[in-house]
């Protein structure tokens, strides 16, 4: 059941709308990091004059204009660790529309649902990424402490977390939330084990971009098998 939802959720991620959103959230988040770099390029223009003297150097001209050239350099640095999560957290607004493209492909005879608004999708996409990084950077400060443990450390708290959130989302869509916690918690170790898998990804830089909408297909797939079981 697990790996024949993630492996179908693998599938799911080539189907046009499910790219869709998955470059809607890279773009938008590179729109992000540009208008980021815009601004301190302004602040470095509006703070620092375009000539300074040092002493027993004498005048030096340029300075403004070669640290805009610098801050370049410091984007390109900073994108590598901002694009995940801010990508992510730009394709967490979208992840109710790969849901619904997953059951419009492979449960088509089901009712439709309520849309969450627009105030729910900010809050649940806020909550979950929030938690998800306050987590690993708590575990972050631990690492260094149990080096051996390291790897089960981070697949143990990913694979709780993703499991979790995914599998919540995708069964808010479809039951009363009293009702999806209480499937969500006689599931535990099967939703537990499905977000450990989701984590393997999370890992390999360039295929974590594809992990929100890849994990919203997945336990899509995981609730429908568990709520038929």
């Known amino acids: 059941m697990i790996f024949q939802s993630f492996l179908t959720g693998w599938a799911d991620l080539f189907r046009p709308g499910s790219m869709k959103v998955l470059l809607k959230g890279i773009g938008l988040a590179l729109a992000l990091l540009v208008a980021l770099w815009l601004v301190l390029v302004q602040l470095i223009g509006f703070f620092v004059p375009d000539t300074i003297t040092l002493p027993w150097i004498g005048e030096i001209g340029w300075v403004d204009s070669a640290l805009s050239f610098a801050s370049i350099g410091l984007m390109l640095v900073l994108s590598v660790f901002l694009m995940v999560p801010v990508a992510s957290i ?5 992840l109710e529309d790969v849901a619904e493209i997953v059951e419009d492909a492979h449960y088509s005879n089901l009712p439709a649902v309520r849309k969450l608004t627009l105030a729910e999708t900010f809050g649940d996409t806020l909550r979950f990424f929030g938690v ?9 400060m631990i690492y260094p402490f149990v080096i051996p443990l390291a790897p ?21 869509r479809r039951m009363h939330r009293d009702e ?11 939703i537990w084990v499905a977000g450990a ?32 079981r």
């Open 90 to 94: 730009f394709t967490g607004f979208f």
């Open 132 to 140: 998800i990084v306050a987590a690993n950077l708590v575990a972050l």
């Open 197 to 228: 898998l989701m984590a393997v990804p999370l890992s390999v830089p360039l295929v974590n971009l594809a992990v929100p909408v890849v994990g919203a297909a997945t336990f899509t797939h995981l609730f429908h098998a568990l709520r038929r």
């Open 152 to 172: 089960f450390l981070f697949f143990g708290l990913n694979g709780y977390l993703l499991g979790r959130e995914y599998f919540q989302m995708a069964a808010f």
């Open 180 to 190: 999806a916690k209480a499937l969500y918690e006689r599931n535990r170790t099967t």
